[in-house]
């Protein structure tokens, strides 16, 4: 089917705004323009008032869509020297008042010059001189300093001048807001225009009144105002409802065979109530022609757009042509049914949807608020479609009813919804009545929403306002909602997005806010408004700022003085105290109505601060405290635009040397989890290929990408100079555009200046991340790993606290965790370093601590540090407790044991503890040192072993340990072993059985010693080697002693058991004497007991002289004296 909009069109000439200044020059400008009654009476005004008064300046003030603008054009085509124009503006005004105006308005000549101007937030004088540069005659225009200069010259033509300004309101907005207008040009331009007799005619066109622009400022200078506003003669532009319905007529073009009948308009116009004598058919004629608007919506739409919130849409034809939810043409395409209508429901479901919040802040927010209620509440009462229309028709009467002239009888609803009969509509008004949403009023003879709401918000508010003391910056902050800056133009220079925090604070207490301020996270700045509370005068807030501007806070920031302190007080006040009245009032509990009309102001109120704060810091003088910004008071005169420039500005000094780096993904405060994971999949490239191109990433993921921008790009990782074939990171170059090399730069000198001490990544990142370099903390790891791998050569790097032999992915892991586990520590040895590292090798070397790769090639630091640890660590673990070693030897030991540094143990620890300056000064001696002390710890251990060996071989009566001694030593034990009971002398000939004289082995020994300490050695202290000394003496002993019983059990003697007795008269008591004597002693026994019997044979003695010889020689004997001299152990090796 057909929509509407395939047939109906709104006229080309309502479709557009006019603008004067393009307009004026169009020759078709006044085609199908409607000269209404109240625009010829405008016209005959400012005529008159010319003729009688000399007035020669004049405002127009009229609500926008009236058609000012297209009066002014029709004025100037009068006045003008354009003849065709001149005949067409005639036709239209009508031959007699075209006369009358000419009379009176035209200066002679061929016309008057116009210069139309279009306002601006700028200076009114400016503008006018463009404007004269633009249309004045080229022959005809004069040079003068400023614009009333110009004009004044200029009307000395012939013909006089026309200035038309539209939309002056915004020159005056701008006057208003502390802007660079000055509101006293205008009172000079129209004095000027005053004096001139009638040749410059000046002609302002305002949407309100010349005092409403002023209605935020201060009392004196409203009076400054209303002085100006004096020298005006404003007439108003009110076109009368009838004629605004003539207009929407003429706008609707519409085929006469489309057009339904006109039985709804006429019966409509009879449910007006019209006076009698008027043209009540004409009435209904025009309603008819404004379809498919119905009559009710068209009468409506007048009163509408002359509200303060209807002013927002500009128009009537605003909304005839617009394309918004629920709007006109919304309508026109959706609608298929030929003779369907706009009716008051629609118009209702348009403002709502597209105007509420307007409404809810203006005069009319009350009694919407009470219809929106109403309605609800009949939605809730289970009021059908039909219900919901009367009720928003009934609302929307009710709201306009003043201008509109209706009232919501039942004649009137029936007329305006067409669709219920009368019955119908009878009964859905009782059950409304009944349900308290509708009330009739019977004087009146209509009805209207039921007022279920009496708070009064405004004598809430000043109530709230009453009781306050001052401005309370802090809730203003908290609903003020103020957006940070951002540095637009740093961030496409650098890629490094910053913003500056914004804030606002008393001007009498600037210095102690800026010195207290603290940053967001994540902020790089300030830029902070003050706002004068105590009538600070100029010349006090510059001096507030300068000092301000001094102070030391340790980031940069910009302090601007607002302009106009009084409106922006006004909004403050007026939005805390609506937050003061929704906190505290308990009625409203209770009261929907009150609580969205509450709301609405509040919404309205933040918009109204947030727009004089946004006009506030656009026109704000601003002293920043970073040297070459702005040595002098900046003034920002571009709008808000202008504050991203100074943020830049201020970012681009601040950290002027930012590296260049644009990433989206990392060069920021807090990456994304897929940019975290695109990071770590990068780092780990890093460590692990470093040597091959594109760190082996094959393709382009994420990774690849940040390669490119972050690695590729800045030349960090690129062809090694020793071997082309491979890749490798080296620093970035010094001309490089991404300006790296100073990271480097100041990262190097910190480890150069922490003069060996260690230096954590979290300290180089702080760095970084401070002015002036401003790395963004994405970007710090890859860049930390990135410098770390250029300078392997030179850094050592801890982990932990623990030394890392190299760069892996597990400290790759730690860095991202925390910044401050991973430390370096920078390693450049001198050739007196390199001298001693030498030496150390060599003891190294030569006791074995190399491993087998380290032996096949130079040893670094690095190799000769593990090797010495190496040769302590794998030390029996006696000789790692023990306190009884030499000095130097336990220095050496303690040094290794707890070294996770080489080059701090090698060049600094070892060096430390060999004498005075001038011996750490001399290679040999270091090395001579560490060697004396390896032999010792070497020695120890083996010395120890056999010294109890020799201890136990003494006991167990072995003169000399041989072969033949130790094997007969195991046949001795054979016998012992299970002899006595005793397990533990049993453990102990055990270990005897298998002992052995093996060279450079001190297992034999360690197991015995370990029985009679009853501890392995393993675990032994210094007093455990005391302990195993006593009783292995003991042990041996028992062991001999129990040699002398094998008989009893009938194993063969291993030795000879003897014990001589004698009685001597000279000795106080008898003597005897004992011998143990071993087999391999038995057989030199007989040998030597055969030679004494022969030679005490050859004697010739009697026998008891014999045996007297030998009691005598066993009494000697038997006398106390060492039995044997000690065993001398074999001296046994370790490796």
Same mark, same amino acid.
């Given at each position: 089917?057909?929509?509407?909009?395939?047939?109906?069109?709104?006229?080309?000439?309502?479709?557009?705004?006019?603008?004067?200044?393009?307009?004026?020059?169009?020759?078709?400008?006044?085609?199908?323009?409607?000269?209404?009654?109240?625009?010829?009476?405008?016209?005959?005004?400012?005529?008159?008032?010319?003729?009688?008064?000399?007035?020669?300046?004049?405002?127009?003030?009229?609500?926008?869509?009236?058609?000012?603008?297209?009066?002014?054009?029709?004025?100037?085509?009068?006045?003008?020297?354009? +003849?065709?124009?001149?005949?067409?503006?005639?036709?239209?005004?009508?031959?007699?008042?075209?006369?009358?105006?000419?009379?009176?308005?035209?200066?002679?000549?061929?016309?008057?010059?116009?210069?139309p101007?279009?306002?601006?937030?700028?200076?009114?004088?400016?503008?006018?001189?463009?404007?004269?540069?633009?249309?004045?005659?080229?022959?005809?225009?004069?040079?003068?300093?400023?614009?009333?200069?110009?004009?004044?010259?200029?009307?000395?033509?012939?013909?006089?001048?026309?200035?038309?300004?539209?939309?002056?309101?915004?020159?005056?907005?701008?006057?208003?807001?502390?802007?660079?207008?000055?509101?006293?040009?205008?009172?000079?331009?129209?004095e000027?225009?005053?004096?001139?007799?009638?040749?410059?005619?000046?002609?302002?066109?305002?949407?309100?009144?010349?005092?409403?622009?002023a209605?935020?400022?201060?009392?004196?200078?409203r009076?400054?105002?209303?002085?100006?506003?004096?020298?005006?003669?404003?007439?108003?532009?009110?076109?009368?409802?009838?004629?605004?319905?003539?207009?929407?007529?003429?706008?609707?073009?519409?085929?006469?065979?489309?057009?339904?009948?006109?039985? &709804?308009?006429?019966?409509?116009?009879? #449910?007006?109530?019209?006076?009698?004598?008027?043209?009540?058919?004409?009435?209904?004629?025009?309603?008819?022609?404004?379809?498919?608007?119905?009559?009710?919506?068209?009468?409506?739409?007048?009163?509408?757009?002359?509200?303060?919130?209807?002013?927002?849409q500009?128009?009537?034809?605003?909304?005839?042509?617009?394309?918004?939810?629920?709007?006109?043409?919304?309508?026109?395409?959706?609608?298929?049914?030929?003779?369907?209508?706009?009716?008051?429901?629609?118009?209702?479901?348009?403002?709502?949807?597209?105007?509420?919040?307007?409404?809810?802040?203006?005069?009319?927010?009350?009694?919407?608020?009470?219809?929106?209620?109403?309605?609800?509440?009949?939605?809730?009462?289970?009021?059908?479609a039909?219900?919901?229309?009367v009720?928003?028709?009934?609302?929307?009467?009710?709201?306009?009813?003043?201008?509109?002239?209706?009232?919501a009888s &039942?004649?009137?609803?029936?007329?305006?919804?067409?669709?219920?009969?009368?019955?119908?509509?009878?009964?859905?008004?009782?059950?409304?009545?009944?349900?308290?949403?509708?009330?009739?009023?019977?004087?009146?003879?209509?009805?209207?929403?039921?007022?279920?709401?009496?708070?009064?918000?405004?004598?809430?508010?000043?109530?709230?306002?009453?009781?306050?003391?001052?401005?309370?910056?802090?809730r203003?902050?908290?609903?003020?909602?103020?957006?940070?800056?951002?540095?637009?133009?740093?961030?496409?220079?650098?890629?490094?997005?910053?913003?500056?925090?914004?804030?606002?604070?008393?001007?009498?207490?600037?210095?102690?806010?800026?010195?207290?301020?603290?940053?967001?996270?994540?902020?790089?700045?300030?830029?902070l408004?003050?706002?004068?509370?105590?009538?600070?005068?100029?010349?006090?807030?510059?001096?507030?700022?300068?000092?301000?501007?001094?102070?030391?806070?340790?980031f940069p920031?910009?302090?601007?003085c607002?302009?106009?302190n009084?409106?922006?007080?006004?909004?403050?006040?007026?939005?805390?105290?609506?937050?003061?009245?929704?906190?505290?009032?308990?009625?409203?509990?209770?009261?929907?109505?009150?609580?969205?009309?509450?709301?609405?102001?509040? +919404?309205?109120?933040?918009?109204?601060?947030?727009?004089?704060?946004?006009?506030?810091?656009?026109?704000?003088?601003?002293?920043?405290?970073?040297?070459?910004?702005?040595?002098?008071?900046?003034?920002?005169?571009?709008?808000?635009?202008?504050?991203?420039?100074?943020?830049? &500005?201020?970012?681009? +000094?601040?950290?002027?040397?930012?590296?260049?780096?644009?990433?989206?993904?990392?060069?920021?405060?807090?990456?994304?989890?897929?940019a975290?994971?695109?990071?770590?999949?990068?780092?780990?490239?890093?460590?692990?290929?470093?040597r091959?191109?594109?760190?082996?990433?094959?393709?382009y993921?994420?990774?690849?990408?940040?390669y490119?921008?972050?690695?590729?790009?800045?030349?960090?990782?690129?062809?090694?100079?020793?071997?082309?074939?491979?890749?490798?990171?080296?620093?970035?170059?010094?001309?490089?555009?991404?300006?790296?090399?100073?990271?480097?730069?100041?990262?190097?000198?910190?480890?150069?200046?922490?003069?060996?001490? &260690?230096?954590?990544m979290?300290?180089?990142?702080?760095?970084?991340?401070?002015?002036?370099?401003?790395?963004?903390?994405?970007?710090?790891?890859?860049?930390?790993?990135?410098?770390?791998?250029?300078?392997?050569?030179?850094?050592?790097?801890?982990?932990?606290?623990?030394?890392?032999?190299?760069?892996?992915?597990m400290?790759?892991?730690?860095?991202?965790?925390?910044?401050?586990?991973?430390?370096?520590?920078?390693?450049?040895?001198?050739?007196?370093?390199?001298?001693?590292?030498?030496?150390?090798?060599?003891?190294?070397a030569?006791?074995?601590?190399?491993?087998?790769?380290?032996?096949?090639?130079?040893?670094?630091?690095?190799?000769?540090?593990?090797?010495?640890?190496?040769?302590?660590?794998?030390?029996?673990?006696w000789?790692?407790?023990?306190?009884?070693?030499?000095?130097?030897?336990?220095?050496?030991?303690?040094?290794g044991?707890?070294?996770?540094?080489?080059?701090?143990?090698?060049?600094?620890?070892?060096?430390?503890?060999?004498?005075g300056?001038?011996?750490?000064?001399?290679?040999?001696?270091?090395?001579a040192?560490?060697?004396?002390?390896?032999?010792?710890?070497r020695?120890?251990?083996?010395?120890?072993?056999?010294?109890?060996?020799?201890?136990?071989?003494?006991?167990?009566?072995?003169?000399?340990?041989?072969?033949?001694?130790?094997?007969?030593?195991?046949?001795? #034990?054979?016998?012992?072993?299970?002899?006595?009971?005793?397990?533990?002398?049993?453990a102990?000939?055990?270990?005897?059985?298998?002992?052995?004289?093996?060279?450079?082995?001190?297992?034999?020994i360690?197991?015995?010693?370990?029985?009679?300490?009853?501890?392995?050695?393993?675990?032994?202290?210094?007093?455990?080697?005391?302990?195993?000394?006593?009783e292995?003496?003991?042990?041996?002993?028992?062991?001999?002693?129990?040699?002398?019983?094998?008989?009893?059990?009938?194993?063969?003697?291993?030795?000879?058991?003897?014990?001589?007795?004698?009685?001597?008269?000279?000795?106080?008591?008898?003597?005897?004497?004992?011998?143990?004597?071993?087999?391999?002693?038995?057989l030199?026994?007989?040998?030597?007991?055969?030679?004494?019997?022969?030679?005490?044979?050859?004697?010739?003695?009697?026998?008891? #002289?014999?045996?007297?010889?030998?009691?005598?020689?066993?009494?000697?004997?038997?006398?106390?004296?060492?039995?044997?001299?000690?065993?001398?152990?074999?001296?046994?090796?370790?490796?």
């Amino acid at each position: 089917m057909q929509s509407l909009s395939e047939f109906i069109r709104v006229g080309r000439r309502f479709q557009k705004a006019v603008r004067v200044d393009v307009d004026n020059a169009d020759d078709g400008a006044l085609e199908g323009y409607v000269f209404s009654p109240s625009a010829a009476q405008i016209l005959k005004q400012m005529a008159a008032q010319v003729a009688e008064t000399g007035q020669g300046a004049f405002t127009w003030t009229g609500p926008y869509g009236g058609g000012k603008s297209s009066l002014a054009l029709v004025l100037a085509a009068l006045l003008g020297q354009d +003849a065709k124009k001149k005949k067409v503006a005639r036709a239209l005004v009508g031959a007699g008042a075209a006369a009358q105006i000419a009379r009176h308005l035209e200066a002679g000549g061929k016309g008057r010059i116009v210069i139309p101007v279009i306002g601006r937030r700028a200076d009114a004088d400016v503008a006018i001189i463009e404007a004269v540069a633009q249309h004045a005659p080229s022959g005809k225009r004069r040079r003068g300093k400023t614009a009333i200069d110009i004009l004044r010259c200029l009307a000395e033509e012939p013909a006089g001048v026309l200035l038309v300004i539209d939309e002056m309101g915004k020159f005056l907005e701008h006057a208003a807001r502390g802007g660079e207008g000055d509101v006293h040009f205008f009172q000079q331009l129209a004095e000027e225009a005053s004096r001139s007799k009638g040749r410059l005619l000046v002609v302002g066109i305002l949407h309100q009144a010349f005092d409403d622009y002023a209605n935020k400022l201060a009392r004196e200078m409203r009076n400054e105002w209303a002085k100006v506003q004096g020298r005006f003669a404003d007439i108003p532009l009110n076109i009368a409802a009838e004629e605004q319905i003539e207009l929407i007529s003429r706008a609707m073009e519409v085929p006469d065979d489309k057009r339904p009948d006109a039985k &709804q308009a006429t019966a409509f116009a009879l #449910a007006t109530k019209r006076p009698r004598g008027e043209d009540l058919d004409g009435f209904a004629d025009r309603l008819h022609k404004c379809w498919p608007l119905s009559p009710a919506v068209a009468s409506l739409l007048g009163p509408i757009s002359r509200r303060r919130f209807g002013q927002s849409q500009r128009s009537i034809f605003g909304f005839l042509n617009s394309g918004e939810p629920f709007g006109f043409q919304s309508f026109l395409r959706e609608t298929t049914d030929g003779g369907a209508a706009f009716h008051l429901p629609q118009l209702w479901d348009y403002l709502r949807a597209n105007l509420e919040p307007s409404i809810l802040a203006s005069p009319d927010g009350h009694r919407w608020s009470l219809a929106v209620e109403a309605l609800e509440r009949c939605e809730v009462r289970g009021g059908d479609a039909e219900h919901v229309a009367v009720v928003k028709s009934i609302a929307l009467i009710d709201l306009f009813k003043e201008r509109s002239g209706l009232s919501a009888s &039942q004649a009137l609803l029936e007329a305006s919804l067409p669709s219920l009969k009368p019955k119908r509509m009878s009964g859905v008004l009782k059950a409304l009545t009944d349900w308290s949403i509708v009330i009739f009023k019977k004087h009146l003879g209509a009805y209207a929403i039921y007022a279920g709401s009496d708070f009064d918000i405004e004598d809430a508010v000043l109530e709230a306002r009453a009781k306050m003391t001052g401005l309370d910056f802090g809730r203003l902050r908290s609903v003020a909602m103020l957006q940070p800056i951002l540095a637009k133009r740093f961030y496409h220079q650098t890629g490094s997005l910053l913003w500056f925090d914004v804030d606002i604070a008393p001007l009498s207490s600037a210095v102690e806010t800026i010195r207290n301020y603290k940053l967001a996270n994540g902020s790089t700045g300030l830029f902070l408004l003050l706002i004068g509370t105590e009538a600070e005068n100029d010349s006090k807030a510059k001096r507030i700022v300068r000092a301000a501007a001094e102070v030391e806070c340790g980031f940069p920031f910009a302090i601007g003085c607002s302009r106009d302190n009084f409106s922006i007080r006004e909004a403050a006040f007026e939005l805390l105290a609506l937050e003061t009245v929704r906190a505290g009032r308990s009625e409203l509990n209770g009261d929907s109505v009150a609580r969205r009309e509450v709301g609405a102001r509040i +919404a309205r109120a933040v918009a109204e601060l947030e727009d004089r704060l946004r006009e506030a810091f656009a026109s704000a003088q601003w002293k920043s405290n970073v040297e070459g910004v702005d040595a002098t008071v900046v003034n920002l005169r571009a709008g808000a635009a202008c504050l991203n420039i100074m943020a830049s &500005q201020l970012a681009g +000094a601040w950290f002027h040397m930012s590296p260049v780096i644009h990433n989206e993904l990392l060069n920021r405060i807090k990456p994304s989890s897929n940019a975290n994971a695109a990071q770590k999949a990068l780092l780990r490239a890093i460590v692990e290929h470093p040597r091959e191109e594109k760190l082996g990433i094959d393709g382009y993921p994420a990774e690849g990408g940040l390669y490119a921008a972050l690695i590729e790009r800045p030349h960090l990782h690129r062809r090694d100079p020793d071997d082309p074939a491979a890749f490798r990171f080296l620093p970035p170059p010094s001309d490089d555009e991404s300006r790296l090399a100073n990271l480097w730069k100041v990262a190097e000198d910190m480890i150069h200046g922490a003069t060996g001490a &260690q230096v954590s990544m979290a300290d180089i990142f702080s760095k970084w991340r401070a002015a002036p370099y401003g790395v963004r903390d994405g970007l710090l790891p890859v860049l930390g790993v990135a410098f770390v791998m250029s300078r392997l050569e030179h850094l050592s790097i801890y982990l932990d606290g623990v030394y890392q032999v190299r760069m892996t992915t597990m400290i790759v892991d730690r860095l991202m965790q925390d910044w401050d586990a991973v430390r370096l520590r920078w390693s450049e040895l001198s050739e007196l370093q390199r001298s001693a590292l030498s030496g150390l090798a060599d003891i190294v070397a030569a006791n074995g601590g190399f491993d087998r790769e380290s032996a096949c090639r130079a040893p670094t630091p690095l190799d000769i540090a593990k090797g010495l640890v190496r040769l302590v660590n794998e030390l029996p673990p006696w000789v790692l407790r023990t306190a009884t070693l030499p000095s130097g030897a336990a220095q050496v030991r303690n040094l290794g044991k707890t070294a996770n540094d080489p080059n701090k143990f090698l060049l600094d620890d070892l060096p430390s503890v060999i004498g005075g300056e001038a011996d750490r000064g001399d290679p040999s001696k270091l090395a001579a040192f560490v060697g004396e002390g390896v032999a010792a710890l070497r020695a120890a251990y083996p010395t120890l072993m056999g010294d109890l060996e020799a201890v136990m071989l003494k006991e167990l009566r072995v003169k000399t340990a041989t072969p033949e001694t130790v094997a007969d030593l195991r046949n001795r #034990a054979k016998t012992v072993r299970g002899l006595t009971g005793n397990y533990r002398l049993d453990a102990f000939a055990t270990r005897l059985m298998t002992y052995d004289l093996a060279k450079d082995k001190v297992e034999p020994i360690e197991g015995i010693v370990a029985l009679a300490a009853n501890k392995p050695t393993r675990d032994w202290l210094d007093r455990d080697v005391d302990h195993a000394r006593i009783e292995l003496a003991a042990l041996a002993q028992e062991f001999v002693k129990a040699e002398g019983f094998a008989h009893v059990k009938g194993r063969k003697d291993r030795r000879l058991s003897l014990a001589i007795y004698s009685s001597d008269p000279r000795k106080d008591a008898p003597v005897r004497a004992e011998a143990d004597i071993t087999t391999e002693e038995n057989l030199e026994v007989a040998a030597l007991a055969a030679e004494i019997l022969a030679l005490l044979e050859g004697k010739g003695i009697s026998r008891d #002289a014999k045996l007297g010889v030998i009691a005598e020689v066993g009494a000697k004997l038997a006398e106390p004296r060492d039995l044997a001299r000690p065993v001398k152990a074999k001296k046994r090796k370790i490796a």
